[in-house]
Every structure is written in structure tokens, then in C-alpha cells.
T-cell receptor, first 112, second 113 residues
Framework: DSGVTQTPKHLITATGQRVTLRCSPR?????VYWYQQSLDQGLQFLIQ???????AKGNILERFSAQQFPDLHSELNLSSLELGDSALYFC???????????FGSGTQLSVL | GESVGLHLPTLSVQEGDNSIINCAYS??????FIWYKQESGKGPQFIID?????DKRQGQRVTVLLNKTVKHLSLQIAATQPGDSAVYFC????????????FGQGTRLTINP
């Protein structure tokens, strides 16, 4: 168990809809990261938050947004969903920046 | 470089043998490298990391080697066990522009009994 908690484990929705993925980092970790894993693109970095502030941005679409709350949990919001958004979404946390990340077990998103 | 994995390289080894998983990284300026293991249905699990000022680091049954001259990283697993079956990813930390970890495509390790 990595100590990073993600909910829900599975999400099935339709095109055009909006969903929210939730992540609780390991106790004491200030950095939270979101990654997308798909068969054709592998693990892609989306965004990082550090202590409530956006720290780094990767290949995150404009339809996607994230935030980190004062209690350090984070949410990833995906809107106007398309079939191609179907993927595994991982949250990770760390004490430093992009170093020794601990990953949650992921949310499997299926857009039908 | 960025993950492109559509056809995942596969390595098959006999139980008890040593495994060597290789990774070519893309950015000569990367300052930190890390190996992850991902089992089916689970998130990536940290194995071992190494900074660019080192060329070797050992853990429990694992060793990471870094050759900056040819931008090559390898993970050696000693006395491979059935529980080692998984997909293994290397990642490099890009420090130019937005700092981020960039993952390789992964290698599937299969253990034969």
C-alpha cells in the first residue's frame, strides 16, 4: 500500500459528460501529481500541485482542470469527455518535486 | 523520450536467473532517474532511484546502473522470483522548462518456472 488513496476505482460515463476524480496524498506529502496512462501514450504527466498551488503543467487538455485543497487532497476534473479520454488516471504524491513519487491504484475511466 | 508504448518489449527469464532491463533516456540534462514496477491492475510501485552524479546504486536484490555517455539506464534484478513478473518503467526528470518525470514505454518481465 503506497499510502495514496484514489476514488473511485472505476468510472463509466458518456461522451460530453463531466467527472471528478479524487486523490488523498500520503501523510506529510505536499506535492500531488496527476498522470494519465493509456495503451498508445503510456504514462503522461498532466499536472502537479504543491501545497495548494499549481507547480508544473504537462500535457493537460484545456477541458481538464485540477485543484489541491487546504487539507492537501486533490481533485481532477474532466469535462466534455470524449472517447479518447478513456484511460487510467493516476495520482501520485511526494515530499519533494518530481522525485520518488508514490502512486495510487488509479481510476479507470471508460467513456462510452 | 515521452512514452510511446504500443508494442511493449518483453523479457522472459527463468526463475532464479538474473534479469537486466534496459532503458534509453532522451534528455542529456536529466538529473534524476527512477525505476517503477507496475503489476496488473495496480499503480506503479517505486523500486529504486539514482541521481545523475552517480553511476551505480544498489538496493535489496536490485541494482541500477547509469551510463550518461550513451544515455542508458539499466535495472538488474538478482535471483528473479515469480513475484517479479510485471511491467517495469524507467523515468527521467527533465529540468529544462517545466520540471517533470518523463516515463519510458515500459518492459514486460515474464518469469518462467
Amino acid at each position: 500500500d503506497s499510502g495514496v488513496t484514489q476514488t473511485p476505482k472505476h468510472l463509466i460515463t458518456a461522451t460530453g459528460q463531466r467527472v471528478t476524480l479524487r486523490c488523498s496524498p500520503r501523510s506529510g506529502d505536499l506535492s500531488v501529481y496527476w498522470y494519465q496512462q493509456s495503451l498508445d501514450q503510456g504514462l503522461q504527466f498532466l499536472i502537479q500541485y504543491y501545497n495548494g498551488e499549481e507547480r508544473a503543467k504537462g500535457n493537460i487538455l484545456e477541458r481538464f482542470s485540477a485543484q489541491q485543497f487546504p487539507d492537501l487532497h486533490s481533485e481532477l476534473n474532466l469535462s466534455s469527455l470524449e472517447l479518447g479520454d478513456s484511460a487510467l488516471y493516476f495520482c501520485a504524491s511526494s515530499t519533494g518535486h518530481h522525485e520518488k513519487l508514490f502512486f495510487g491504484s488509479g481510476t479507470q475511466l471508460s467513456v462510452l | 523520450g515521452e512514452s510511446v508504448g504500443l508494442h511493449l518489449p518483453t523479457l522472459s527469464v527463468q526463475e532464479g536467473d538474473n534479469s537486466i532491463i534496459n532503458c534509453a533516456y532522451s534528455n542529456s540534462a536529466s538529473d534524476y532517474f527512477i525505476w517503477y514496477k507496475q503489476e496488473s491492475g495496480k499503480g506503479p510501485q517505486f523500486i529504486i532511484d539514482i541521481r545523475s552524479n552517480m553511476d551505480k546504486r544498489q538496493g535489496q536484490r536490485v541494482t541500477v546502473l547509469l551510463n550518461k555517455t550513451v544515455k542508458h539506464l539499466s535495472l538488474q534484478i538478482a535471483a528473479t522470483q515469480p513475484g517479479d513478473s510485471a511491467v517495469y518503467f524507467c523515468a527521467e526528470r527533465w529540468i529544462q522548462g517545466a520540471q517533470k518525470l518523463v516515463f519510458g514505454q515500459g518492459t514486460r518481465l515474464t518469469i518462467n518456472p
